[in-house]
């Protein structure tokens, strides 16, 4: 049989997209699959966190990929889609996708935003894109529609200028046929929870990592949406569902981005007081020593994890540490607590699994063929790139991604 | 030419509805070189495009104003759209009428969207058209450096057929790829004679380069063999030209010798029979010099877990970070404890002592906030992990900047990790940096779909966009000096002149020459100094 070669690629965060635009220059025919409504992943939503100077956090490299990707002729990207299953081998795989029904075409939407003003339910049904995103458009909200629900509305379907809108829209069923699929699906962020001690969600004042991302991102500066203060005392605890018992690998990213988040706060606010309590602080990286060099003066390292977070009287937070020098518990009060959460495993990683025939290593990554070659799986003919493989950065999930897309294509190229 | 310009404005289905088209429509019809003025509704949908497509064949336009949305979305779209209708892509002047205009503020704003087209189009009678060429590309590559990473890259493209020259410093391939050996399991040997024997690669060992010149798809290197030049021309060059440790003698309040060893020494203790006196205790030692390594924690790992295994001796490591982010670290790092590693996390450095034939270390554990006292049988030392002999050399030589330990530095440590500020030039593995083995593979991969990129379709597009005046050029070498991808050089340009002159393969087109020309002799087309000053003058015109 003809070797295809086409490429499926699953997942169109930051590896995905890295892949796809190496494999479409490269001359290959791509197939980008997103599970969202949007193409750009996790990393779409993570803050820039410059000062007065870049900080390296690697973060704006998505918006101009993401745009490339929309606008290549060889990428074709599916929203919305999951695979739902997979048979023949390298050189000859059918994919099985499945697309939620679009109620808005992205094709012919133009983000003009008529249909939002004449939406007659609170909150909108209609709902903007967020500014950078891949494709630009608009989105119905099921729960909220009332067409959808039943009742007789079509308000916005007669102001589209485009004929975007199409009720009728059903879930639709198709067939791709490639060569090798590249799996980058990513990860899930630690949910914060599971560590009970640490009442996340309990108190409103205990945020995690992605939180304070969230934060800066929407709000450019940190303060309390309740009474709009900013906080004096912030503490950072590092390794929250990375290096336990549960979680045998360091997440390979918190360290940075609590160090670069803390140098933001404090320029930000020159009189806030930051603490970071770690167990090993990981501060390898090119340039990341004289950036680290330059935090030590004003960020304060505690060695050592907090064992619990209480409440504590005026709106703060009591954090309880061992004082190893001392030998004894220590309670200090603070008015933020960020968890630097990790990077796990996707939830639902062993249900791909099962579909591609892939293994899951101990951890629950996706497990590669061998060590050290860490993009080729037990399948041939199926690559992992980016997080879904173990705990990545930005770069080194770039960097993962080109290395999956030359791994395909030279087996490809091998394969009559 | 005489300049027909035909302006097609956008009102995005009807919804920018704080702008009075018709009105600003009227306004523009009756400019200078204006031929027609179009109101459409979705400019970015088929429709709209067929419509401008038609009017922009039968009007016979040599210049495009489009006032829509923000070019983010729009311009790639109608770049294509001009090209395939035979118009310069950079004949098209774009004003941002949505985002920057109607969105942004409340009420009428007619007379800004007005003001942002007048700009466009005073922009758009300036503009010329940027030609892009084919230029053809040698399909060879030069890898200088053959240790693990030079041997795999050249394997690698010898399996895609790409032809590669293999240079190597010392008489022999292999370079550090003993350390890997114990512990990774890439065999030398095997890997040498696989090199050996692949047809399209040529080795040449004890050689240097000592010069670079020319651009991407054709280098001319000249390499030195003994006393004997070679010139050789390459469509790309890949540096994999490593690293190297070293112990300094005067990193140590007593002189390293016997019972103060290197972990590349260690390494080969454990290579060679197991010796009658196995050492009793042996303490490991890192994070005194460099803390913000990996590559000590690594090596202090895979030697003291062989130490256990081999010689089961009592093993004790004192360290400030167990350096754990980088992949199946924490789980050596759990296994070294598991067997029975002890180790000590000190905040100030411990002091080294001799004790009799032994190394007395003190340190203060912070961990169990008590002072520890350990003599050992040997101790085994941090070694830095440098950038390898010569690398200062050849970046001058290369005019590629290092970073502040001195490794090479990358285009932007971000984007594309193995490319440098010059096109066609790549640094991968070590000498960019304490990447691990990991990483290391990850470099390679990325290498090759770089050049497989570049070199495949067997030509490179040239776009000459960035100009030099020669008659105003002066020759001050300003360009020459600035400009971070070696595209600027100086050119004989008659008998009695000689001018700067702006080698479009290598030019990143960053405009910083153009910005800095004293004589004002460079001109970067799109955004030229006339360009510019008309788009404000069509303000202040208003």
């Given at each position: 049989m003809k070797t295809n070669k086409s490429i499926v690629v699953i997942g169109g965060g930051i590896a995905g997209i890295t892949s796809a635009l190496e494999l479409a220059n490269g001359g290959s025919t791509v197939y980008l699959i997103e599970r969202e409504a949007q193409i750009g992943g996790q990393a779409a939503s993570f803050c820039c966190k410059a000062t007065e100077v870049c900080s390296k956090c690697s973060v704006c490299l998505l918006p101009q990929r993401l745009s490339e990707v929309a606008s290549h002729p060889q990428i074709s990207i599916l929203t919305n889609s999951t695979v739902t299953g997979v048979s023949g081998g390298l050189g000859n795989f059918q994919v099985e996708v499945e697309q939620k029904p679009q109620y808005i075409s992205p094709q012919n939407c133009i983000a003009c935003g008529m249909c939002v003003e004449v939406c007659p339910t609170t909150p909108k049904a209609i709902r903007p894109p967020s500014p950078e995103a891949v494709p630009y458009s608009y989105s119905i909200d099921e729960s909220q529609c009332l067409r959808l629900k039943g009742e007789r509305c079509n308000h916005c379907r007669e102001v589209c200028p485009t004929d975007a809108i199409a009720f009728e829209h059903k879930l639709e069923r198709q067939q791709l046929n490639a060569g090798a699929i590249i799996v980058a699906t990513g990860f899930d962020v630690f949910n914060a929870r599971e560590v009970g001690c640490l009442n996340y969600g309990r108190y409103p004042n205990v945020l995690t990592g992605l939180d304070l991302e969230r934060i800066f991102r929407n709000q450019g500066s940190l303060k309390f949406s309740s009474n709009g203060k900013k906080p004096k005392k912030v503490a950072f605890i590092q390794c929250v569902g990375s290096r336990d018992e549960n979680h045998g690998y360091c997440s390979q990213v918190c360290c940075k981005y609590a160090i670069r988040l803390a140098r933001l706060i404090i320029y930000q606010n020159p009189d806030t007081e930051v603490t970071i309590f770690y167990?090993?602080?990981?501060?390898?990286?090119?340039?990341?020593a004289e950036f680290y060099k330059e935090c030590q003066e004003s960020i304060r390292f505690i060695r050592g994890v907090p064992i619990e977070i209480l409440e504590a009287p005026s709106d703060r937070v009591e954090v309880r540490f061992e004082n190893i020098s001392e030998g004894r518990v220590e309670r200090e009060n603070f008015d933020l607590v960020t968890l630097s959460v990790g990077i796990a495993p996707r939830e639902d990683s062993w249900e791909l699994a099962k579909v591609l025939g892939m293994n899951l290593g101990d951890d629950g990554f996706f497990d590669t063929k061998e060590p050290f070659n860490s993009v080729e799986t037990n399948v041939e003919g199926i690559f992992l790139a980016g997080a879904c493989q173990g705990p990545k950065d930005i770069p080194d999930s770039i960097a993962h991604g080109i290395s999956a897309a030359e791994r395909a294509m030279e087996v490809l190229q091998r394969c009559k | 030419m005489q300049v027909k310009m035909g302006i097609f404005l956008c009102d995005c289905g009807g919804s920018l509805k704080n702008i009075d088209f018709p009105r600003i429509g009227g306004n523009l019809e009756n400019l200078e070189d204006v031929a027609f003025v179009d109101i459409s509704h979705n400019l970015c949908l088929g429709e709209g495009k067929k419509a401008m497509t038609s009017r922009i064949l039968t009007e016979n336009i040599n210049r495009v104003v489009i006032a829509a949305c923000s070019p983010e979305f729009c311009e790639g779209d109608f770049a294509v759209l001009l090209e395939k209708l035979r118009l310069?892509?950079?004949l098209l002047s774009l004003a941002n009428i949505r985002e920057q205009c109607s969105w942004a503020h409340e009420g009428d704003v007619s007379a800004k969207a007005l003001a942002l087209v007048m700009m466009a189009v005073d922009r758009a009678r300036l503009l010329e058209p940027v030609e892009t060429k084919e230029v053809a590309v040698k399909n060879e590559v030069l890898v200088v450096g053959g240790g693990f990473c030079g041997m795999k890259v050249s394997l690698e493209l010898s399996q895609l057929g790409i032809r590669t020259t293999l240079m190597e410093r010392e008489s022999t391939l292999g370079g550090q790829i003993r350390e890997l050996e114990g512990f990774y399991g890439p065999q030398r040997e095997a890997m040498i004679k696989a090199v050996e024997k692949a047809e399209t690669i040529e080795i040449i060992t004890s050689a240097e380069v000592t010069g670079v010149e020319g651009k991407i798809g054709d280098f001319t290197v000249r390499i030195k063999k003994g006393k004997k030049k070679i010139l050789r021309t390459f469509g790309a060059i890949v540096f994999a030209t490593g690293y190297k440790t070293e112990v300094a003698a005067?990193?140590?309040p007593i002189k390293p010798g016997v019972n103060i060893i290197s972990q590349q020494r260690l390494a080969q203790l454990l290579q060679a029979p197991t010796p009658e006196a196995k050492p009793e205790t042996i303490g490991f030692i890192f994070d005194?010099?460099?803390?913000?390594?990996?590559f000590p924690t690594l090596a202090t790992l895979n030697g003291a877990l062989a130490v256990k295994q081999r010689w089961g001796s009592e093993v004790y490591v004192f360290c400030?970070?167990?350096?754990?982010?980088?992949?199946g670290v924490e789980k050596l790092y759990r296994e070294a404890r598991e067997q029975g590693v002890v180790f000590f996390k000190f905040d100030e450095k411990p002091t080294i002592s001799a004790d009799d034939d032994r190394v007395k270390i003190e340190a203060k554990d912070v961990l169990l906030g008590e002072d520890v006292t350990l003599t050992c049988n040997l101790v085994v030392a941090e070694e830095k992990f440098l950038p390898s002999e010569g690398t200062e050399g050849l970046s001058s030589l290369l005019k590629i900047k290092t970073d502040s330990r001195g490794f090479y530095q990358e285009e932007n440590v971000n984007i594309y990790p193995v490319s440098s500020e010059r096109k066609g030039i790549f640094f991968i593995g070590n000498c960019r940096g304490d990447l691990g083995l990991g990483r290391v593979l990850t470099d390679i991969f990325s290498v090759v779909s770089r050049i497989r990129e570049l070199l495949s379709p067997g030509v490179v597009e040239e776009v000459d966009r960035v100009k030099v005046d020669s008659q105003k050029c002066v020759a001050c070498l300003t360009c020459i000096r600035v400009c971070p991808h070696s595209a600027a050089q100086l050119v004989q340009i008659d008998s009695e002149k000689v001018a700067a002159d702006i080698s479009q393969l290598a030019c990143d087109r960053c405009g910083i020459c153009a910005a800095v020309c004293p004589a004002k002799a460079i001109k970067f087309e799109g955004y030229s100094d006339e360009q510019i000053l008309a788009q404000i003058e069509a303000i202040g015109a208003l």
């Open positions: 167990i090993d602080l990981q501060t390898a990286g090119k340039g990341f | 310069n892509p950079n005067g990193d140590f005194l010099f460099d803390e913000n390594s990996r400030k970070n167990v350096k754990v982010d980088s992949e």
